[in-house]
């Protein structure tokens, strides 16, 4: 199997759990109620345990340990999605972030619970499980507040527009889609990308909500390949600052 | 030579850190013994959840627990091989949970649904008459819940495939 391949696949999904998770957590003890506090921290710790998980099977791959991995990086170095690392801004934008990134993530998993890569597909096997109830936790909020009031359903529609470009660019492709494809391990981006359609549409259709048309669609490229926008670098120096002090420290 | 049973039965004592009425065997996530020899055993475990804090603690206790039964080369190791879900908790589990406060997860048949939450038994009242408040409670295992027939919050244990 192309191992260069397996990795760059890892990686993004892996740097993509990290960073939303660390977003996810700073909602603890700022949400909006405490059940939303909750959730989000639930979520934070969720995925990056999931990531942890990820980095291990990289690790196995020969990279170094996974604590290493995620926290002596730059941020030029992380292959995660531009989309992940954008300031939580308010719940309204919060809230749609989710909803787009973990039904893409659920389908990803879903995925790669059948890839021919059978270390993958075991820790896809459970993290599917678990992503079930991110997905709920947004479906149920993406509906009430796109379908509750004119401010609510402004603010999750300008939140939806706000979102859109940057989600296309959990898409984007890698060097290796076809050595992927070829060899059973990922069906690639283009049918996850078509799956994730069809599967928001519907969701979105109840809240009222409104994809923006197609013709205005700009997918924000680059974080796969280390290309992110200026507010990653400030969110991993947070992220990574007390491993920094002592990386030898035992918890 | 110690035998699988006896390491199974000596390990039901040890307990799930959160939940002290449930044993390790009884939740599931001890996948497999064996014996590999004179002093000699070998236990896989598999956490409920991937980002479960409490693994390796787990892992310690296992390892505790064997070598207080006189088994000097104890190998402890966390795999996804038999992943866990929630139709693992052997029945007494259930009842802990239960008696515990924790209303015990639904059988699932391979699929979780948002219904298969909504109205969760009260593990106070028995009631059906409940409403599931958040899918998300204070661990990642747990969901929480409001019984409307006696007026009381409670925590469920998530049903996960």
């Known amino acids: 199997m192309n191992t260069t391949a397996i990795k760059e696949l890892l990686y993004k999904m892996a740097d993509d759990l990290l960073i939303i998770g660390h977003r996810n957590s700073e909602w603890t003890g700022l949400g909006p109620i405490l059940e939303e506090d909750i959730a989000f921290s639930s979520m934070a710790q969720d995925k990056i345990g999931q990531s942890q998980a990820l980095f291990q099977l990289l690790h196995e791959l020969g990279e170094q340990e996974p604590d290493t991995v995620a926290f002596t990086r730059n941020a030029n170095q992380f292959h995660n999605a531009q989309f992940v690392e954008l300031p939580n801004g308010d719940y309204d934008f919060s809230l749609m972030r989710h909803f787009l990134y973990d039904v893409a993530d659920q389908l990803r998993f879903e995925m790669l619970a059948n890839s021919s890569y059978e270390p993958l597909a075991k820790v896809a096997r459970k993290i599917k499980g678990e992503l079930k109830y991110h997905v709920f936790h947004a479906n149920t909020w993406i509906v009430k507040l796109g379908s509750a009031n004119e401010e609510s359903k402004a603010r999750m529609q300008t939140a939806l527009n706000d979102a859109w470009n940057y989600a296309l660019g959990l898409f984007e492709e890698g060097d290796f889609e076809n050595d992927l494809k070829k060899e059973g391990v990922f069906a690639g981006e283009a049918t996850l990308k078509q799956l994730w359609l069809e599967t928001i549409t519907p969701t979105l259709t109840k809240a009222t909500l409104t994809i923006p048309h197609e013709n205005t669609w700009e997918p924000k490229l680059g974080g796969r390949k280390g290309i992110h926008t200026e507010h990653l670098e400030p969110l991993v120096e947070e992220m990574s600052e007390v491993f920094r002090v002592d990386p030898s420290a035992e918890w | ?161």
């Open chain 2, 1 to 161: 030579m110690i035998t699988e049973q006896e390491i199974w039965k000596g390990l039901e004592l040890v307990k799930d850190p959160e939940i002290p009425t449930l044993s390790m065997v009884d939740m599931g996530i001890i996948t497999k013994v064996e014996v590999r020899g004179e002093n000699s055993v070998f236990v896989e475990m598999t956490p409920t959840f991937t980002g479960c804090p409490a693994i390796k603690m787990m892992e310690g206790m296992v390892a505790d627990r064997l070598k207080e039964m006189g088994i000097t080369q104890v190998e402890v190791v966390t795999t996804f091989d038999k992943p866990w879900d929630s139709n693992k908790l052997t029945e007494r589990g259930l009842m802990c949970l239960k008696k515990h406060g924790l209303a015990p997860p639904v059988k699932h048949s391979g699929e979780v649904t948002m219904e298969l939450l909504e109205h969760t038994e009260c593990p106070f009242c028995g009631s059906k008459n409940t409403e599931m408040k958040s899918p998300f409670g204070p661990t990642l295992c747990r969901s929480m819940h409001y019984c409307n027939d006696c007026l009381q919050a409670f925590e469920g244990f998530k049903p996960v495939v």
